[in-house]
């Protein structure tokens, strides 16, 4: 007590530290009531069977209504019918459209657009870009992919500019649709894909739609929040002119609006992007489908050959829409029609001179070289390396000293200890609100009754966020130091991020066998990007003149480091521990395809076996992890913010 | 007023374009089928590369000698199933067996019909390497498998030894097995045929012991020669209830299966892929071009048809 007094002068952290005690010691309280009573009743380590609900009987009854009825039921012939033929009928459309104009003339248009866009060096890497597609021998794949994407982009766009809308608009509709844009982005695309392709059957339709669901919310998001961040001053003006609601929000909101609303698209685009291959496992085409072939016969190389593109195509989409955002190269539109004319003209030309296609013989084969150097990486390093050992080794001893006993401690911990843990973590914090729903959706994990699975899988994520925090702060903080080393990592990290993760699933087994480790391996490749970029920039970010003043004091770069730049980045440094989580977790799915098994593989069987019983109910498991592990790493600040 | 005109027109033009009244989605073919406007066929191409290989000549012989234009559909078996009942597929060349949607689509609600056998009889079992077999020849009978145990233990299988298993589309029985013949093992998942066979190329590479679980026909053999482990014989009915199976897998000849309108209205398509019959030997051919030598199906189909007249004739006839 005594200590208290004494700290008088620095009232405010004795009051937070008061104000831990405080909650810790409320919890302790709850948990000395409640503990004994739940133990007295279910005294189980794991979740008890009694208060679990088991969904098999009426998941698969609605399931099996759907294939019953689908062919004549009036839901179906007038609703799901014209919304599926509208798709087909537009993708058609758009991908006859890309096969008439042909290859010259599509890469002419594309590099025209975002010359006029974007300036002349993004026009170039366009057309590079594009060329590089037919080179690698996947040009009809890709158009069929770029069909796709145009539709699902619109769709999206549409789809989430209305929500946003609405959400911007309205304080009540953006607390009703938070929750379901959270939802719609956690839920695994696998675990959705089952319910769509019962609807829609499988094929470009259910595609389409996967795709819309979860490339809408960041459009929506930013909608609204492009539209709450309208300048006060702006919108008074208007209004003291007398423009009615609807002038306003024309006029001023949404304009003023235009650039959250450039950055939703760019976003939505790369959802969507990133959904090109797991639409293939329905039956979508293109080039997700080629990857998804290469890897039945296990060639990297040629599932590489698909991936690239894809790769490309992403990049490009990014720079171009990032720079329309940025309203960098914006010219006179004097310009436009010139571009658009000598697009056509190409085009025309393209077709005169000889076949819309891609010629055959302008091929390279890169699969083959590829696949020479995956199988040398694989011979030489998997094992029987001197003295370090080999990529197996580590990865049976990461299994052995690592994820078994975090697995096994998870496991062998009481299930009410679990929920207490969690309360405590969110709680500290965040609010008692964040700590109730991360309880709640822990509790929900119980209730469906994959208790133990879903500590198998929380096991991994946790250890694949561990390895991606040491490996992202390391590299983010080199970044921050060197522009040369950042400026060389760029192209590394989009290829990372951008690249179906399906490719590495062959190269990660090659290294690490079938289990746990590559699945962890995979996932830290896939949330390393992100957590290096925030890293990097919030360092950066931090007050140069702090900085100085440190400097001038005679710290040196290692105590600068550690006593300025680390604590003023902390927002950032959290921000990346958040992004790290939900995105490993995105990949939990991959795992499953990997030896991860857990609720990966449920949701994998699931699809596979039509069981929608199985895959639904891990679908739900990894969306409620989602969400407490996001409530347990998000600090409450952030989450007023993003309110206002 | 002119929001409301625009509105209007929107409709409008999506009841003109998709018809109005009653939608029927088992008419929609894929948005990329037929772009040429020639007459089409859809295959669904299973994720092994056997089914890959029935597909490639199939689709070879359509093209070249018929004058069709093929499209393909990855997808997995029962997913496939659903897709040839609502027309999205016209053929599945190679099933192992699903008797629920037998039941529910062939008999119940007739939208798919038989198309004979593959002429390939398919097994699945479980496996170890040659190499390891003939150093320990009792280790092909599973009363001695526990014996093995501590040589087939990873660190995935806790302390017990492992049971791989592949996809989870494949049909398995593992778990319940090892439990009901009391053995020493723990099933790990390797989630997709791809994951299991680099494993199993890596163990062999080094090797290694292992036992999988593992079918044939299948390429792989070739490469990595394995010899099967006896279990308890099958009998008619001893795996009719999933949880107390402790027998071993039947073998099935692998069938065909036709969406029902094709089969009645499909012409030429439909009557070839009703005589496509071929041998173990012929898919193995082909699979390995596809899966060894990296050939494209379309190329390894080709060297097959050209290699192989008087079997693909009598299809044609």
Redesign the interface.
């Not at chain 1, 919304?83 to 890469?107: C, D, Q």
């Not at chain 1, 590829?370 to 040398?376: L, Q």
């Not at chain 2, 093995?148 to 778990?175: C, H, I, W």
């Given at each position: 007590m005594a200590t208290v007094t004494a700290s008088a002068p620095r009232a405010l952290p004795a009051v937070l530290k008061n104000r831990v005690i405080a909650k810790l010691a409320l919890l302790a309280l709850a948990a000395a009531i409640l503990v004994p009573l739940a133990n007295a009743r279910w005294a189980s380590g794991s979740w008890p069977e009694a208060l679990t609900v088991d969904l098999t009987q009426p998941l698969t009854g609605a399931s099996d209504w759907i294939i019953d009825n689908r062919d004549s039921h009036p839901l179906f012939l007038y609703f799901f019918g014209h919304i599926s033929n509208a798709v087909v009928l537009s993708v058609r459309a758009v991908y006859l459209a890309l096969l008439t104009i042909g290859w010259a003339g599509v890469t002419a248009l594309g590099a025209f657009v975002a010359w006029r866009v974007a300036g002349v060096r993004l026009a170039l890497g366009t057309a590079a870009a594009f060329l590089a597609c037919g080179l690698l021998g996947m040009w009809v794949p890709t158009m069929q992919t770029l069909a796709l994407m145009v539709v699902a982009v619109l769709a999206s766009v549409v789809v989430g500019a209305l929500l946003g809308l609405a959400a911007g608009l309205s304080d009540r509709m953006d607390r009703v649709l938070r929750p379901v844009l959270d939802t719609m982005q956690v839920l695994p695309a696998f675990a959705y894909l089952l319910p769509v392709v019962l609807v829609f059957g499988i094929g470009v339709p259910a595609a389409v739609l996967a795709t819309v669901v979860y490339a809408a919310p960041p459009m929506a998001r930013l909608t609204a929040l492009g539209l709450r961040g309208a300048d006060k001053g702006v919108l008074e003006a208007v209004e003291s002119l007398g423009a009615t609601a609807r002038q306003r929000l024309l006029t001023a909101r949404i304009p003023l609006a235009r650039k959250e609303l450039l950055l939703g698209l760019n976003q939505t685009i790369m959802m969507a992007l990133s959904m090109a291959v797991i639409a293939s496992v329905i039956g979508a085409g293109g080039l997700g489908d080629r990857v998804y072939q290469a890897l039945a016969s296990v060639d990297v190389g040629a599932a590489l050959a698909a991936g690239i593109p894809i790769v490309l195509l992403a990049v490009v989409l990014d720079r171009v829409t990032a720079a329309a955002g940025a309203g960098t190269g914006q010219r006179p539109r004097a310009g436009w029609p010139y571009a658009l004319a000598a697009a056509v003209a190409v085009a025309v030309a393209g077709r005169l001179l000889g076949r819309a296609d891609w010629p055959d013989t302008w091929t390279v084969n890169i699969a083959e070289p590829v696949n020479r150097a995956v199988d040398w990486m694989t011979a030489h390093l998997y094992s029987g390396v001197p003295v370090v050992g080999g990529t197996a080794d580590w990865a049976g001893h990461f299994t052995t000293w690592v994820l078994d006993p975090l697995r096994d401690g998870l496991q062998w911990l009481p299930w009410w200890s679990v929920l207490l843990i969690v309360a405590a973590l969110a709680w500290l914090i965040g609010t008692w609100r964040t700590a109730l729903t991360a309880v709640l959706a822990m509790a929900a994990i119980g209730v469906l009754g994959v208790w133990e699975p879903s500590l198998d899988t929380l096991s991994q994520v946790l250890a694949a966020v561990a390895v991606t925090l040491v490996l992202g702060f390391a590299t983010g903080i080199a970044a921050a130091r060197s522009e040369r080393f950042e400026r060389a990592l760029r192209p590394v990290l989009d290829v990372f991020q951008t690249m179906p993760q399906f490719v590495y699933l062959i190269p990660v087994v090659a290294l690490f066998g079938v289990g746990r480790a590559p699945a962890v391996a995979a996932a830290v490749v896939y949330a390393l990007p992100a957590v290096v970029r925030i890293t990097a920039q919030g360092l950066r970010q931090v007050d140069p003149a702090a900085l100085e003043s440190a400097r001038s004091l005679g710290a040196t770069s290692g105590q600068q480091l550690r006593q300025v730049q680390l604590p003023l980045a902390r927002r950032s440094l959290l921000l990346a521990v958040n992004q790290g989580v939900v995105l490993v977790l995105a990949v939990v799915i991959i795992g499953g395809l990997v030896g991860g098994g857990a609720l990966g593989y449920d949701v994998v069987f699931g699809l596979a076996q039509g069981d929608l019983a199985t895959g639904l109910v891990a679908g739900a498991a990894i969306v409620c992890l989602g969400l407490m592990l996001d409530r347990v790493t998000q600090p409450t600040e952030r989450r007023a913010k993003k309110g206002a | 007023m002119r929001t409301r005109t625009s509105v209007l027109a929107a409709v409008a033009l999506?009841a003109v374009?998709?018809?109005c009244?009653?939608?029927?989605?088992?008419k929609?073919a894929?948005?990329?089928a037929n772009?040429q406007g020639s007459k089409s066929v859809t295959l669904s191409?299973q994720?092994?590369?056997g089914a890959?290989a029935n597909v490639a000549v199939a689709q070879y012989l359509l093209e070249h000698e018929l004058g069709y234009r093929v499209d393909t559909?990855?997808?997995?078996?029962?997913?496939a199933w659903?897709?040839l009942s609502?027309g999205?597929?016209d053929a599945l060349l190679e099933d192992w067996g699903h008797p629920e949607e037998e039941q529910?689509y062939v008999k119940d609600k007739k939208t798919i019909v038989n198309g004979g056998d593959l002429g390939v009889t398919g097994h699945i079992g479980w496996f170890v390497p040659t190499y390891f077999a003939e150093q320990h020849p009792d280790v092909t009978d599973w009363k001695n498998l526990n014996k093995y145990a501590d040589q087939f233990r990873?660190?995935?299988s806790?302390g017990k030894g492992q049971l791989?298993d592949g996809?989870?589309?494949y049909v398995t029985n593992d778990k319940a097995l090892v439990q009901n013949l009391d053995l020493n093992y723990q099933v790990?998942?390797?989630?997709?045929?791809?994951?299991?066979?680099?494993?199993i190329?890596?163990f062999a590479?080094?090797k290694k012991p292992f036992l999988t679980y593992w079918y044939s026909p299948q390429w792989l053999f070739k490469k990595v020669p394995m010899t099967e482990v006896k279990l308890p014989a099958y009998k008619e009915g001893c795996d009719a209830d999933p949880a107390k199976v402790a027998c071993a897998y039947p073998h099935t000849p692998l069938q065909k299966y036709l969406n029902a309108d094709f089969a009645k209205s499909g012409g030429e398509a439909a009557a070839f892929l009703r005589k496509f019959k071929w041998t173990t030997e012929d898919q193995n051919e082909v699979s390995l071009m596809?899966?060894e030598q990296?050939l494209t199906p379309q190329e390894a189909a080709k060297k097959w048809v050209d290699s192989h007249e008087s079997t693909w004739k009598q299809w044609l006839s």
């Amino acid at each position: 007590m005594a200590t208290v007094t004494a700290s008088a002068p620095r009232a405010l952290p004795a009051v937070l530290k008061n104000r831990v005690i405080a909650k810790l010691a409320l919890l302790a309280l709850a948990a000395a009531i409640l503990v004994p009573l739940a133990n007295a009743r279910w005294a189980s380590g794991s979740w008890p069977e009694a208060l679990t609900v088991d969904l098999t009987q009426p998941l698969t009854g609605a399931s099996d209504w759907i294939i019953d009825n689908r062919d004549s039921h009036p839901l179906f012939l007038y609703f799901f019918g014209h919304i599926s033929n509208a798709v087909v009928l537009s993708v058609r459309a758009v991908y006859l459209a890309l096969l008439t104009i042909g290859w010259a003339g599509v890469t002419a248009l594309g590099a025209f657009v975002a010359w006029r866009v974007a300036g002349v060096r993004l026009a170039l890497g366009t057309a590079a870009a594009f060329l590089a597609c037919g080179l690698l021998g996947m040009w009809v794949p890709t158009m069929q992919t770029l069909a796709l994407m145009v539709v699902a982009v619109l769709a999206s766009v549409v789809v989430g500019a209305l929500l946003g809308l609405a959400a911007g608009l309205s304080d009540r509709m953006d607390r009703v649709l938070r929750p379901v844009l959270d939802t719609m982005q956690v839920l695994p695309a696998f675990a959705y894909l089952l319910p769509v392709v019962l609807v829609f059957g499988i094929g470009v339709p259910a595609a389409v739609l996967a795709t819309v669901v979860y490339a809408a919310p960041p459009m929506a998001r930013l909608t609204a929040l492009g539209l709450r961040g309208a300048d006060k001053g702006v919108l008074e003006a208007v209004e003291s002119l007398g423009a009615t609601a609807r002038q306003r929000l024309l006029t001023a909101r949404i304009p003023l609006a235009r650039k959250e609303l450039l950055l939703g698209l760019n976003q939505t685009i790369m959802m969507a992007l990133s959904m090109a291959v797991i639409a293939s496992v329905i039956g979508a085409g293109g080039l997700g489908d080629r990857v998804y072939q290469a890897l039945a016969s296990v060639d990297v190389g040629a599932a590489l050959a698909a991936g690239i593109p894809i790769v490309l195509l992403a990049v490009v989409l990014d720079r171009v829409t990032a720079a329309a955002g940025a309203g960098t190269g914006q010219r006179p539109r004097a310009g436009w029609p010139y571009a658009l004319a000598a697009a056509v003209a190409v085009a025309v030309a393209g077709r005169l001179l000889g076949r819309a296609d891609w010629p055959d013989t302008w091929t390279v084969n890169i699969a083959e070289p590829v696949n020479r150097a995956v199988d040398w990486m694989t011979a030489h390093l998997y094992s029987g390396v001197p003295v370090v050992g080999g990529t197996a080794d580590w990865a049976g001893h990461f299994t052995t000293w690592v994820l078994d006993p975090l697995r096994d401690g998870l496991q062998w911990l009481p299930w009410w200890s679990v929920l207490l843990i969690v309360a405590a973590l969110a709680w500290l914090i965040g609010t008692w609100r964040t700590a109730l729903t991360a309880v709640l959706a822990m509790a929900a994990i119980g209730v469906l009754g994959v208790w133990e699975p879903s500590l198998d899988t929380l096991s991994q994520v946790l250890a694949a966020v561990a390895v991606t925090l040491v490996l992202g702060f390391a590299t983010g903080i080199a970044a921050a130091r060197s522009e040369r080393f950042e400026r060389a990592l760029r192209p590394v990290l989009d290829v990372f991020q951008t690249m179906p993760q399906f490719v590495y699933l062959i190269p990660v087994v090659a290294l690490f066998g079938v289990g746990r480790a590559p699945a962890v391996a995979a996932a830290v490749v896939y949330a390393l990007p992100a957590v290096v970029r925030i890293t990097a920039q919030g360092l950066r970010q931090v007050d140069p003149a702090a900085l100085e003043s440190a400097r001038s004091l005679g710290a040196t770069s290692g105590q600068q480091l550690r006593q300025v730049q680390l604590p003023l980045a902390r927002r950032s440094l959290l921000l990346a521990v958040n992004q790290g989580v939900v995105l490993v977790l995105a990949v939990v799915i991959i795992g499953g395809l990997v030896g991860g098994g857990a609720l990966g593989y449920d949701v994998v069987f699931g699809l596979a076996q039509g069981d929608l019983a199985t895959g639904l109910v891990a679908g739900a498991a990894i969306v409620c992890l989602g969400l407490m592990l996001d409530r347990v790493t998000q600090p409450t600040e952030r989450r007023a913010k993003k309110g206002a | 007023m002119r929001t409301r005109t625009s509105v209007l027109a929107a409709v409008a033009l999506l009841a003109v374009t998709t018809g109005c009244g009653a939608a029927d989605m088992t008419k929609q073919a894929s948005p990329f089928a037929n772009a040429q406007g020639s007459k089409s066929v859809t295959l669904s191409v299973q994720s092994w590369v056997g089914a890959q290989a029935n597909v490639a000549v199939a689709q070879y012989l359509l093209e070249h000698e018929l004058g069709y234009r093929v499209d393909t559909v990855q997808i997995d078996e029962v997913p496939a199933w659903d897709a040839l009942s609502q027309g999205r597929v016209d053929a599945l060349l190679e099933d192992w067996g699903h008797p629920e949607e037998e039941q529910r689509y062939v008999k119940d609600k007739k939208t798919i019909v038989n198309g004979g056998d593959l002429g390939v009889t398919g097994h699945i079992g479980w496996f170890v390497p040659t190499y390891f077999a003939e150093q320990h020849p009792d280790v092909t009978d599973w009363k001695n498998l526990n014996k093995y145990a501590d040589q087939f233990r990873t660190p995935e299988s806790g302390g017990k030894g492992q049971l791989m298993d592949g996809s989870p589309s494949y049909v398995t029985n593992d778990k319940a097995l090892v439990q009901n013949l009391d053995l020493n093992y723990q099933v790990v998942f390797a989630g997709s045929e791809a994951a299991q066979i680099t494993q199993i190329k890596q163990f062999a590479k080094e090797k290694k012991p292992f036992l999988t679980y593992w079918y044939s026909p299948q390429w792989l053999f070739k490469k990595v020669p394995m010899t099967e482990v006896k279990l308890p014989a099958y009998k008619e009915g001893c795996d009719a209830d999933p949880a107390k199976v402790a027998c071993a897998y039947p073998h099935t000849p692998l069938q065909k299966y036709l969406n029902a309108d094709f089969a009645k209205s499909g012409g030429e398509a439909a009557a070839f892929l009703r005589k496509f019959k071929w041998t173990t030997e012929d898919q193995n051919e082909v699979s390995l071009m596809i899966a060894e030598q990296k050939l494209t199906p379309q190329e390894a189909a080709k060297k097959w048809v050209d290699s192989h007249e008087s079997t693909w004739k009598q299809w044609l006839s």
